[in-house]
């Protein structure tokens, strides 16, 4: 492809993106959301509703009203976790016609800006599916996580690399992007097993799908500019306890993914 098509192709390629909120309606930037999406016609937002108790929804439903071709609002009447809140908003954005589907955490941790460069890594190299955003303290980058989150993600980052026995990545990162093809709708078939490290779990469907080595030439870890953690985080300490029980029934369990769209080859070719 010349780089002029390349360069007219990343400026239409359409962009879903999921944001799970749970009670967020006193933490979310509202008008931060607007402004970019106003700024980049290429975006719709897919907001999850997921059984808020505050006025998360009003305020999703008005910011619809604001801009309604680019945010589309779904609710899930109970809440159902990360998990499920993200798996249901990436179903319906996959069924619609965006090149790239992804999900972001409604707080904001990472800024959108970061949403356009990790665009690019997918739109210019044909073979990459999925970019996940990593937290990584490079000169340069502006990382600000609060010290022990640090050091308990990385031991989680590592003891989950060695259950999809690959190698070591920030797979709690709340960004993340796709492509929207089969292998995408394959991996999002059946509800996840875990409620909070889901992420692993996805990345072990991946994994089963494609096989190991074309699930390597296929991720692309896109090192962020910015990170700050904000307060108001639901996570409590109990959680990183379950986190570790659910990462020890993924190392049991069988990942593999029905097959759902024929057309293109994602699966593993029998050796
Ligand atoms: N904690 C929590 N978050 C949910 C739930 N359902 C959806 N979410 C959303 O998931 C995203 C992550 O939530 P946070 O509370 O920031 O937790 P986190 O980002 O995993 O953890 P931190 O590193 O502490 O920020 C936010 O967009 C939440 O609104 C839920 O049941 N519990
Ligand atoms: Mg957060």
Redesign the pocket.
Known sequence: MDGLATESRIASAAVGLV??????AGR?SRWEFLRFARENPWLHYYF?D??STDTTYRTLAQMRQTLPLSITVLRLHQ????AE??RHGLLAASAEPHELVGF????L?APLSELPQMRDVLIRNEQMRLVVGVRRRILGRRIRRKRI?GLLGGGFSWVASRVLRMPRCDT?C?AKLFRNDGCLRAVLQRPFQS??IFDVELLARYRATLGKARLLESIYEYPLEEWS??A????RWSDFGRAVFELLRLALADHRCPVVDTSESCHEEAA
């Open positions: 944001v799970p909120c749970y009670n967020e979310m999850v997921d059984g809440n159902r976790g990360k809140a993200v972001w955490d409604a707080d941790a989150r709690q709340g409620r909070w953690d904000v108001g985080s639901k996570l």
